[in-house]
């Protein structure tokens, strides 16, 4: 029976105070000069073996076969170097756990294992799973907390710009309200009123920013006269006011150099219509799809309106045909002929003698209105598939559309919201342009034109690590010339003797509300 099996069975069950015992008297009992040597008592046998100042000692019972002892107190006197390159006693214990694991792996469960020194070594350098998984664990831990920190770090940093740029504001605008005055008292004309002189009766603001600056110079409001109707006049800019443009280009804000406050003066108008009938046939689009697939909302409100330029063109009727889609429910005008409408598809009033209403604003009077609601994924006209995987300190993002040959896309954008960052992505890949603001932290992928040539696209960026949920909802813009109804103008029919008016048709597609949530 090997020494390891004996020791076992002898001292599995010793108590502390009497291995203490036994580690007490070995230094009594102990000669000298000799390098394999072994002490017997009347119970137990001491085999042991001299490291420089230490002693490497095995205790077994009587009865254990001497040369088998020997042959584990040399193995296990090869180990202890392999793990202790100091051989001494703070050495030792330093490393006395790896050292009492290789030991384990010499003598297991009573029996000295037949092993060599390099397979205990791989033995004890394997890797653990379960240490692993908890390596894994804590790392991710340590990762997702230095995510909200920089998060942190982000929005406050955002927070004490926005402060800075209303602050800046602020005093741009004292700056240019004080400016106005000053030039109404012979300094050199900053602001130039419509009249042309100097003198101040000429200049205008509105009447917030004149009462601040009235107050702030201790002058009555009443300095500065009405600006005439019509009259504009020319701002100009302060070093206060450049440090503030400058300051928002740094950041990112597209800034016009000729800046120009134009008083009493509106948003210029739509040109007019030049036909004397034109019909407008347009429909808004609100889908929501799921990231993961699959079709949450699908609605499709459609109108048809129509605009008349003279009074005496509004005695028609107007021929429509649709796709006849038995999805699409269609809901006229209260003054519209239903059983004209129903029957032939023609757009008449129910009195013939009245005309259409003429000179109408916008797209003129809908006649027409309609609406679709589907869960068919088939005919959702663009979808988005988004990929993102975390690696590392990096997050890569890989973004496809796919369009089917229904409708030809035009001027779409592609939003993706993204965390507070301190750059712009790393885009690798993209077909089409894109453009990052950092202002709103979102990335636009645009395509001018989805058609035949490109109903599928990718695009691939990188960012630091995120919670991958901050990259919904993404929001999809874009137009089209057909629409879902596949409605048109046949023919407009005058009801009195004469030729028919000229008309002119436009029909579109557009989105309301499209999102991937």
């Known amino acids: 029976m090997s020494t390891a099996a004996l020791v ?17 008297a070995f230094p009594k009992l102990i000669g000298t000069g000799k390098q394999h040597t072994y002490v017997e008592t009347e119970n137990v046998r001491y085999v042991y073996q001299p490291i420089e100042s230490l002693y490497l000692l095995l205790v077994t019972n009587k009865q254990s076969n001497i040369l088998e002892d020997l042959e584990t107190l040399r193995l296990l006197s090869k180990l202890v170097p392999e793990y202790s390159y100091s051989l001494d006693e703070d050495g030792i214990g330093r490393t006395a756990f790896e050292i009492l694991f290789a030991f384990d792996e010499v003598i297991s469960l009573g029996h000295k294992e037949n092993v060599t020194v390099a397979q205990v070594k791989q033995y004890c350098e394997m890797e653990s799973h379960e240490e692993r998984l908890h390596k894994l664990v804590l790392q991710s831990k340590i990762n997702e907390t230095k995510d909200v920190m920089k998060r942190k770090a982000s929005e406050i940093d955002k927070s004490k710009i926005e402060k800075n740029r209303e602050r800046g504001a602020f005093m741009a605008l004292q700056s240019m309200g004080s400016g106005r005055f000053d030039s109404g008292y012979g300094s050199d004309t900053s602001v130039h009123g ?40 020319q701002l100009g800019r302060t070093q206060k006011t450049n440090q503030f443009l400058e300051s928002l280009k740094a950041e990112g804000e597209m800034i016009v150099e000729d800046v120009r406050a134009v008083i009493g003066q509106s948003k210029p108008a739509a040109s007019p219509p030049t036909d004397p009938v034109t019909v407008t046939i347009e429909e808004k689009l609100n889908v929501t799809l799921k990231r993961d697939g699959g079709v949450g909302s699908f609605d499709v409100q459609g109108t048809l309106s129509l605009q ?17 889609n038995p999805g ?15 029957g032939e598809n023609i757009l008449a009033l129910k009195d013939p003698n009245r005309p259409f209403p003429a000179g109408q604003a916008g797209d003129g009077v809908s006649l027409l209105k309609w609406r679709m609601q589907s869960a068919d994924e088939s005919l959702v006209p663009l979808s988005i598939n988004c990929w993102p995987s975390v690696s590392g300190n990096e997050t890569y993002v890989n973004l496809e559309y796919e369009a089917p040959t229904m409708f030809d896309l035009h001027n779409v954008v592609i939003s993706i919201p993204l965390p507070a960052l301190r ?41 630091p690590p995120i919670d991958t949920s901050h990259l919904f909802p993404i929001s999809v813009q874009f137009t089209a010339t057909s629409t879902f109804s596949d409605l048109k103008v046949v023919n407009i029919a005058p009801l009195k003797d004469g030729e028919p008016p000229k008309f002119a048709q436009r029909t579109m597609l557009s989105t309301e509300n499209y999102q991937v949530v």
């Open 308 to 324: 008349i330029i003279n009074q005496d063109d509004g005695f028609i009727q107007v021929q429509i045909e649709t796709g006849g």
């Open 328 to 342: 699409i429910l269609f809901k006229t005008h209260p003054n519209i002929n239903k059983e004209m409408f129903s």
């Open 194 to 233: 419509g009249s042309g002189s100097g003198n101040g009766s000429g200049l205008g603001l509105n009447n917030d920013i004149d009462s601040f600056s009235s107050k702030s110079k201790g002058r009555s409001s009443a300095a500065a006269s009405a600006p005439p109707k019509g009259l504009g006049m």
């Open 8 to 24: 076992s069975r002898q001292f599995v069950h010793m108590s502390r105070i009497r291995i203490e015992g036994y580690l007490a």
């Open 423 to 463: 750059g712009p992505p790393n885009v690798q890949q993209i077909d089409g342009e894109w453009r990052y603001d950092s202002r709103r932290s979102i990335l636009e992928w645009s395509i001018l034109l989805i058609d035949d040539s490109n109903r599928s696209g990718a695009m691939e960026f990188v960012i």
